[in-house]
């Protein structure tokens, strides 16, 4: 398997917090990587500093092999990064079709045209994709009307739209049912299977996580503290210190 | 008199209401009978202070007018009134207005220059008289006069020369000047530099200032005024600004032992809302309407004050004289007809409160004139003493300077 | 030295007024996020109710500084009407809908106040046992100014205790940071709102009263401080009282200062200050980022493409007008000239506003830059008319260019502001250039060439050239550029993650919007046969941005309705009364109370619960 992300040693201090302290990891293509950790571990530093939202202190991150630190985050997801946030941002202004048809326009630099409607655009590959997250049937309402888990499924249309090699997926099934949650796992994972997709994902639900990643990583205040098979995270003793210690 | 015309129902949907605008007003058809239209447009919501005075000025005159029995044989003068916000723009529309649905022979009013300077270029381009009544810059009949335009008040220039002749018998040799931040100021000030040293070689300005009109920091003016330590100051500030100006030069002192040299301040309009804080012995020009006995202004002051009632104030004079000044060149012409108007205009000689006035054929700038004088309070009102009226014919350039200046 | 000493005093006595005004409109802001453009007519109607109560009673101190106290409540007590009686039914409108509405309170008060105490300037009494000057290293010095410096840190002290040492300053506080979490801690926000009014509008009246001994109380004191005090509040942070009180001395200073230096810097110097500080830091002096409220416009529903027999209705509309001269006469065709012109400009800025959630306080530059980007090629190169016409967009556009470039780097009010401070210093440029513009006495004789001086072709052309520009503003809001400057507003996050790079695309719609303004400006001077600074002055950008939000921001109709409607009210109006401002304001509130989405967002409801049913 080719190694597509490569992380080293990532910094990055809040005013005197050190939020992220030498964190390192790689990600390969066909993996689906669990970041977790309790509340406050750093997990949404690390993806902000993976995607260039935040410049990093010091650390390296090597997107098949070259160094994308101080790249802004719309060259970074032009180079293969999608992402997910936490908390969902779509285009709420726009319907759900729109949204899809806005990054495609985006992948096609097709952002400047001033005549042709853009409603126009790429109309068949937003349905498909639509299709392929279970949104088909709601792509003419207007994004701002969704339900949560809805709206997650937007957004992991949107990121499917950018071709992505690397999908960065802040807390997927947040504010899902725990039906929604595998569902919508399930579904990422048969992504990884077709488009040898890497996924790197953070999770509160241990059910998703457990059931869903092939390797797992532990964030505890800024530092890594596990790493490996799911069976093997789950025995390690210091994650469950942090996780009955914490009582996150 | 004030006629209105009412095109349109409130609240009419776009549309609807641009067609309503769009059906023509009754048309005027030019009878024997007919009365005479003229339109006239001025700041009324944007300087009450000034235009309603001058409102009621021209409202005497007309009704002055038609109680004689008209106009050409009985024609009566009809004036429509606009409001022009004091946006030169808007004042080109009401213009329009006036022209196309009011069929007006004759335009007049204004007082900002600019508002006056658009006005003017539309009459000329629509070949209309334009009588500018209040507009004091010398632009308007100079660099950019036309043959349609006359102007009756005194200009910038007329004004600072009047102050410059007073100026130039001081002993005071260091001059400071202050003025609004605009062309009325910029130029009140250029005139009086450039005619005082031709007078008087030996004076130097040492201090400007150019407060934002309506916006005068009054305290660091007053202050570095003072530090300049100047013998006069030539003030053009006014209204609001000049109140402010004078508390604050009195409260520091900026006044004691220098002679003040002042633009307007002694019109009424200045003058009377400072009440006992009026400045004492400065040097300006105005209208000590109170005391002023030749035979012309104790008519004009005796019918004003029956008719409403209050003492009347520059703008009454102007309003009236504008009014009166119409009436007469189109008597003259004999004929409402622009072009016959226009040269009637030109020479007119007429008389004013103030005396005898020629709207010169030259550059179309009446010779009305000013009065020139010191402030004082007397019972807790400002008013001018030891006054004399400059005629505005003996304060213009040469007759060869003003036609280079003038484009025809 | 004791010149310098003095000057220093002098600017700390101005500053003091402005930090009264100011600190009650960053108190408003904070709380309500509201654009109160009425602020300065609560300042000058302090001034007038201290008037009339010193001259009653301010013959004692006792009776003067009562005078004061009771205007500063009274003015109070009516932001809180305002409050109660107005914006509280406005606050689920899109935000700026506020705005609209306190511009027609400035509008109903100018009136109101010309009515109650008539045009002429009053000068008031001085305040009883402070009429004199003290001597200080011997320069004289007005008592009362240094009453007014004692005043300033003494009000900020109190604000202080009072945000700090009561609860109800916590809480004020707290609505500050985070609305939904005042809302949480079972405080009713309404009632907040309402007392937060009356102190923030009875700190304008108390600034205003403090005037009485001062100066001339005035009908255009509202004007002349409100702009101001914006700037102060900007300068200073949106929300911080320090901020207002750090930027109010440094102002003061500069204007005691800065006319020693550069006498004729007058009209400028507070927006260059502006400029600078903004561009130098994001959040003026001391405010904080997460105090900074959203960018105002809220995203409205998705734009819907009219579809069956509404999609003929432009065209129709387009023939309908293009038949007009056939009846309509001279007067008709200019007003009507004049709304096809002032739609573009509306239609320009809603790009910015309804589109980009980019909200301008200074689109009249781009307008005046257009004007006289035509009317200097006429009057220097004595170029043809169609020549100057297509110079107009592109001046303004390349103005448009240059400032956009500043301006998208900040966001909300400071956006809005900015803009305004880059407006001010090309009008000021404009006002002062004598030699190049012809300053405040404008540009004459740009009228069109024979074959378009007929009033019939010259608003045909207009109809043509604006219809077009208006069609291609229409097309591009639905094209991918509209639809990018809708994604970098809905979710900058988002789209910024996707690839789109939001600030360089706010800058070139800031230049696109600048360009149509431009063109609007250059068919508006021909139209006139004259430019002046006025047509790049604040009020134009007001105007500009009543027609957007009357029309409504959430429709691509709204910006050309809402002209329509402003434009032949305003003519109307003042062709019938001196009052016409009372008029529009009067309707501007009766709009803003009865369709609170704008008149063209209210058709639209109509419309699509029509076709519901």
């Given at each position: 398997m080719s190694r597509r992300l490569a992380v080293e040693n990532l910094q990055r201090a809040f005013g005197g917090v050190q939020a992220v302290r030498g964190v390192s990891f790689a990600l390969d293509a066909g993996e689906v990587l669990a970041l977790i950790g309790p509340n406050g571990a750093g997990k949404t530093t690390c993806f902000n500093l993976l995607n260039g939202q935040l410049r990093p202190d010091a650390g390296t991150v090597r997107l098949d092999g070259v160094d994308i630190v101080g790249l802004p985050p719309r060259r970074v997801w032009r180079m293969g990064v999608g992402r997910t946030f936490q908390i969902t941002a779509t285009f709420a202004s726009m319907t759900v079709r729109e949204n899809v048809q806005m990054v495609l326009l985006s992948v096609h630099r097709r952002l400047f045209g001033l005549w042709t409607p853009a409603a126009a655009g790429f109309r068949d590959e937003a349905m498909a994709l639509l299709e392929r997250v279970g949104m088909g049937a709601q792509a003419e309402r207007p994004c701002g009307v969704l339900a949560y888990g809805d709206l997650k499924r937007v957004e992991l249309a949107m990121a499917l739209a950018g071709d992505p090699k690397i999908l960065l997926m802040d807390e997927p099934t947040a504010g899902m049912a725990p039906g929604e949650r595998q569902e919508l796992m399930a579904l990422t994972s048969s992504l990884v299977r077709e488009r040898g997709l890497a996924v790197l994902f953070t999770e509160h639900d241990m059910d998703v996580v457990f059931g869903h990643a092939t390797r797992i990583i532990v964030l505890d205040r800024g530092q890594l503290i596990a790493e490996g098979s799911p069976d093997a995270v789950r025995a390690d003793p210091r994650v469950q210190a942090v996780y009955l210690g914490g009582a996150a | 008199m004030n006629r209105r015309h009412f095109l349109l129902a409130p609240g009419a949907a776009a549309l609807a209401a641009a067609l309503c605008v769009a059906a023509p007003s009754a048309s005027h058809a030019q009878a024997e009978s007919q009365p005479i239209h003229v339109g006239e447009i001025n700041s009324y919501t944007g300087l009450p202070a000034f235009t309603i005075p001058y409102r009621q000025g021209w409202q005497l005159a007309v009704e002055e007018v038609n109680a004689a029995g008209g106009l050409l044989g009985g024609r009566k003068l009809e004036v429509v009134s606009r409001d022009d916000a004091g946006k030169p723009d808007d004042a080109v529309r009401v213009a329009q207005e006036l022209l196309s649905?009011?069929?007006?022979?004759l335009l007049a009013g204004t007082y900002f220059s600019h508002v006056g300077l658009a006005v003017a270029d539309f009459a000329a381009r629509n070949k209309l008289p334009f009588v500018?009544?209040?507009?004091?810059?010398?632009?308007?009949?100079?660099?950019?006069?036309?043959?349609?335009t006359f102007r009756l008040r005194p200009s910038t220039y007329m004004q600072a020369a009047m102050l410059v002749e007073e100026a130039a018998k001081l002993p005071a040799k260091r001059w400071a000047t202050v003025a609004p931040n605009y062309e009325y100021g910029q130029s009140a000030v250029q005139w009086f530099r450039q005619l005082l040293s031709e007078k008087r070689p030996d004076v130097e300005f040492v201090a400007e200032q150019w407060p934002a009109q309506g916006k005068l920091e009054a305290g660091p003016t007053v202050q570095a005024l003072a530090a300049a330590k100047p013998d006069a100051i030539f003030n053009v500030t006014f209204g609001a600004d000049l109140a402010k100006f004078v508390r604050e030069g009195e409260g520091r002192g900026l006044f004691r032992n220098r002679t003040v040299v002042s633009l307007l301040t002694g019109e009424p309009e200045y003058l009377d809302p400072m009440k006992d804080e009026a400045p004492e012995g400065w040097i300006v020009t105005g209208y000590p309407q109170e005391q002023i006995d030749t035979p012309e202004h104790k008519a004009f002051r005796e019918a004003y004050v029956k008719r409403f009632n209050e003492p009347p104030r520059q703008g009454s004079v102007v309003g009236y004289a504008t009014f009166k000044a119409i009436a007469a060149a189109v008597e003259k012409a004999g004929s409402t007809d622009a072009e016959k108007v226009v040269d009637a205009l030109s020479g007119l000689d007429l008389s004013s409160p103030f005396g005898p006035i020629t709207f010169r054929a030259l550059d179309h700038q009446a010779t009305m004139g000013a009065y020139v004088g010191k402030t004082t309070v007397k019972n807790g009102q400002g008013v001018m003493t030891g006054w004399r009226y400059a005629d505005g014919?003996?304060?213009?350039?040469s007759d060869e300077a003003v036609r280079k200046m003038r484009p025809e | 030295m004791s010149f310098y000493l003095v000057q220093f005093l002098s600017g700390l006595a101005t500053a003091a007024t402005l930090f009264l005004v100011s600190s009650g409109l960053t108190i408003v802001f904070g709380v309500t996020r509201i654009v109160n453009f009425a602020h300065g007519s609560f300042y000058m109607l302090g001034a007038y109710l201290g008037w009339t109560l010193v001259e009653r009673w301010g013959g004692t101190p006792l009776g003067f500084w009562g005078a004061v106290a009771a205007a500063s409540l009274a003015v109070g007590l009516l932001g809180a009407l305002m409050e109660v009686g107005l914006l509280r039914r406005l606050y689920r409108s899109p935000e700026l809908f506020q705005l609209l509405a306190t511009f027609g309170v400035v509008l109903v008060m100018q009136d109101a106040a010309s009515w109650i105490w008539g045009s002429e300037d009053l000068l008031g009494r001085r305040a009883p046992g402070l009429r004199g000057s003290v001597d200080i290293l011997d320069q004289p010095f007005p008592l009362y100014d240094l009453v007014l410096i004692g005043l300033g840190p003494l009000v900020l002290g109190l604000l202080w205790l009072l945000f700090n040492r009561t609860r109800w300053g916590t809480l004020v506080r707290a609505a500050t940071q985070d609305r939904d979490m005042a809302s949480a801690l079972g405080v009713d926000p309404a009632r907040l709102f309402t007392g937060v009014l009356f102190l923030g509008s009875a700190l304008a009246g108390l600034g205003g009263a403090l005037q009485v001994p001062r100066e001339a109380v005035n009908l255009h004191m509202d004007m002349a401080i409100v702009v101001e005090a914006f700037v102060v509040v900007v300068v200073g942070g949106m929300g911080s009282l320090t901020g207002a009180f750090v930027a109010s001395l440094l102002i003061g200073q500069l204007q005691a200062f800065g006319i020693l230096v550069f006498p004729q810097i007058t009209l400028v110097l507070v927006f260059l200050f502006m400029a600078v500080v903004l561009v130098i830091r994001p959040y003026g002096l001391l405010g904080r980022a997460e105090d900074a409220p959203p960018t105002a416009a809220s995203p409205g529903p998705p734009l819907i493409a009219a579809a069956g027999m509404a999609r003929w209705v432009p065209a129709l509309l387009l023939a309908l007008l293009a038949a007009v001269p056939l009846v309509a006469g001279d007067y008709a065709l200019i007003v009507l000239t004049e709304v096809v012109i002032l739609a573009l400009l509306a239609a320009s800025l809603h790009l910015l506003i309804g589109l980009g959630g980019l909200v301008s306080f200074g689109h009249a530059a781009y307008f005046g830059l257009g004007a006289y980007g035509a009317a200097l090629l006429v009057k220097h190169l004595a170029a043809p008319m169609p020549l100057a016409l297509a110079a107009a967009p592109l001046l303004a556009g390349l103005g448009a260019l240059a400032a956009g470039w500043f301006c998208v780097r900040r966001s909300g009010l400071y956006f809005a502001m900015l803009t305004l401070a880059f407006a001010q210093i090309v009008w000021s440029v404009t006002f002062q250039w004598y030699g190049f513009?012809?300053?405040?006495n404008g540009i004459l004789g740009v009228w069109p060439p024979d074959w378009a001086a007929g009033k019939a072709a010259y608003y045909w052309l207009t109809l043509a050239l604006a219809g077009g520009a208006l069609l291609l503003l229409r097309r591009a809001a639905f094209a991918p550029f509209g639809y990018t400057l809708r994604a970098g507003r809905d979710s900058a996050l988002r789209a910024e993650s996707v690839g789109i790079n939001v600030r360089r695309h706010q800058w070139l719609s800031f230049a696109l919007a600048g360009s149509a303004a431009g063109l609007a400006g250059g068919l508006y001077a021909f139209a006139k046969g004259s430019v002046f600074p006025t047509l790049m002055a604040v009020p134009v950008s007001v105007d500009a941005l009543v027609m957007v939000l009357m029309g409504g921001i959430?429709?691509?109709s709204g910006p050309v309705v809402g002209a329509a409607l402003f434009h032949l009210l305003e003519t109307e109006a003042m062709s019938r009364t001196d009052w016409w401002r009372l008029v529009l304001g009067a309707v501007i509130l009766v709009l803003v109370l009865a369709f609170p989405k704008g008149v063209a967002g209210f058709v639209r409801d109509l419309w699509t619960r029509g076709r519901e049913s």
């Open positions: - | 649905n009011e069929k007006v022979e500018a009544a209040e507009p004091l810059t010398d632009a308007i009949t100079w660099t950019k006069g036309n043959r349609y014919a003996d304060y213009l350039p | 513009t012809g300053g405040d959430q429709t691509l």
